[in-house]
């Protein structure tokens, strides 16, 4: 099982606080049944220092035993266009052509126009895009039509597993729900932020993972 979002990486984001959480982090996977690793430190202000997260994932890498670590990114869309698309091919899983996108949580409809201009242009340029956790987005919460048209765009979906407790932001297991009965999730990934996060994806895992035959955990 790949886990292919969470924040692993110790000291860069609002994940690991260090080395020794970022281990603890990687025993609690392990009890959670997961298999391999996407390290995705948020690409997004105030956050973001290239280098710095390429470094605490070779330190981890090191630390590791040989648990199979990925590098990769969650991308803001703002920060992406702050950036410029000059980035892309530094941003996405590191030996894979897979970009794990996250939108605004409170975008509208209308926000959707300018997302699906960018991710034609990631598509253009050979990405397959993963869209990070639609059941947090206000505009996807109240109409997952939206979500719809992103798949049929060729977007993969993945959910993250704290919906099972409600989410980060209190609103996301009844869309969740809604989209797993609609088979609509590709992946379901951590996100975790600590240890205890590893909890709710095995949990989620065991409750959602046969909901849809082309889901990948």
Known sequence: MRDIHCHILPGVD????????????LEAAKAAGVTGIVCTPHCRDPYF????????????????????????FEV???KLMDLGMEWVDYLHFDG????????????????FEEYERTIFDLQGMGYDVIIAHPERYKAIQEDISIAKRLMKMGCKLQASADFVKGGRLGKEKKPAQKMFEENMYRYIASDAHYPEHYKLL????????TRGAHMRV
Do not use: I
């Not at 290239?50 to 990925?70: I, S």
């Open 202 to 209: 095995a949990d989620a895992v065991k409750k959602y993972r």
């Open 14 to 25: 609002d994940g690991a606080a260090d080395l020794d959480e970022s281990l603890a982090m």
């Open 76 to 78: 803001n869309h703002a």
């Open 96 to 111: 894979s052509n897979e970009f794990l996108l996250e939108l605004s949580s409170r975008a509208t409809k209308y926000d």
């Open 49 to 72: 220092d290239y280098d710095k997260m390429w470094d605490a994932y070779e330190l981890l890498v090191a630390h590791a035993n040989g648990f199979p670590l990925q590098m990769g």
